[in-house]
């Protein structure tokens, strides 16, 4: 077998450069990887996209590595971790071309992005992976006991190196073709329910200045307040400062993003938020971000209100987006019931595994 050289991923200040060859072959490999494991194609992302993210480490550290053999870039592998001094996990994706699959080489950059985690100090490494709405054959049922996933090579790695599936997550699509009846009879009985105590707010970005501490501080509670399993999600610090620098990366990266959110009038307190972004081919699938309802607020139909009320305004500002995404835990039955109550259908789904380091 031929020597496999791995290396530190350049991250290129231009994407027209000569130096961003292997950005775009990073971006690519894992394109085409997602699509084989998902089995559709919803799910890509572009390398305009991505890359504000990885020159802008402010808040997050990104780290790539490169696979290479005779010269032939055959991998990729990504570390990313929350620069606060508190945090003790770390996110890691491995991708290789087809081709190569089952040559070692998936094998040598997941050995690298552990490496370096415990070099950093994490005590625990996550990776997510995706999976056919289709079963086929063996699946495997997350520690939750909620959802299953067949196997792919992927997550027969991860199993192989100790990762424990914690987590299954639902792909859904709602097809945004045809009128979206139901989604305003869903809003307008939503509203009725929740009461004069709460009143619709959207924006698209940039967030206007009064509402960056308000949006800040619901984005925040997404690493308390979402079902997570036993996956060790570390909270991260959001301000107004770190609202500004988020939008300045959707921007860079040529997306829109249209936020609406419930404020609660007697408090002043934004306490849900739905995000939907599309990226510079505005024709092309819309994906949903965050969505949430504090704890303190739930029961009052507010996960209904953000989200229908951001999907018709949405209409409007990307007409020609034929399907929405969104992703929500299995256990997440009052998201879920929002979303089959409106006309969302399973189109994919993800696994969320993670090791604990030595």
């Known amino acids: 077998m031929s020597e496999i050289i791995i290396t530190d991923l350049v991250v290129p200040e231009r994407l027209d450069s000569a ?19 998902a089995g559709i194609d919803d799910l890509s992302e572009t390398a305009e996209e991505l890359l504000p ?63 370096t985690a415990r070099e950093l100090g994490r005590s625990s490494v996550q990776s997510w992976t995706l999976h056919p709405a289709a079963s086929n054959g063996r699946m495997l049922t997350p520690t939750t006991g909620w959802g299953r996933v067949s196997t792919t090579p992927l997550s027969e790695l ?68 979402v079902p997570s399993g036993d996956l060790d999600i570390d909270e ?27 404020e609660h009038s007697p408090t002043g307190r934004l306490v849900a938020f739905n995000e939907l972004v599309i990226g510079a081919d505005r024709s092309g699938v819309t994906h949903q971000f965050g969505t949430l309802v504090v704890k303190e607020h739930r029961g009052r139909r507010l996960g209904t209100i953000v989200k229908c009320a951001n999907l018709l305004r949405w209409r409007d500002i990307a007409p020609g987006s034929p399907k929405v995404s969104t992703f929500n835990a299995e256990e997440n039955r009052p998201m879920l019931d929002i979303n089959e109550a409106i006309g969302f259908v399973p189109a994919s789904y993800a696994g969320g595994w993670q090791k604990k380091l030595d």
């Not at 130096?19 to 494991?37: P, S």
């Not at 971790?81 to 699959?101: F, I, K, Q």
């Not at 073709?177 to 929740?194: H, Q, S, W």
Request: charged share 25%.
């Open 19 to 37: 130096e961003a060859a292997e950005f775009h072959a990073m971006v690519t490999i894992g394109n085409r990887q997602a699509e084989l494991d």
């Open 158 to 225: 991860l199993i192989a190196h100790g990762y424990v599936l914690e987590q299954v997550e639902r792909n859904s699509v709602l097809p945004l073709d045809r009128p979206l009846t139901m989604v305003a009879e869903k809003l307008r009985a939503a509203i009725a329910f929740a009461g004069d105590d709460y009143r619709v707010v959207s924006w698209t970005l940039p967030t206007p200045e009064h509402l960056r501490a308000g949006y800040a501080d619901v984005i925040s509670r997404m690493a308390t307040d």
């Open 53 to 115: 993210s990885w020159r802008d480490q402010t808040d997050r550290s990104q780290r790539g590595f490169i696979a290479r053999r005779h010269g032939e870039i055959v991998g990729a592998a990504y570390l990313s971790t929350a620069n606060d001094e508190r945090a003790t996990s770390a996110d890691t994706g491995v991708m290789v071309t087809p081709a190569h699959w089952g040559d070692g080489v998936e094998q040598a950059l997941l050995e690298r992005v552990e490496q």
């Open 236 to 262: 991260e610090v959001w301000d107004a400062d770190r609202v500004v620098r988020h939008d300045r990366n959707i921007a860079d990266g040529g997306q829109m993003l249209s936020v609406t959110a419930v």
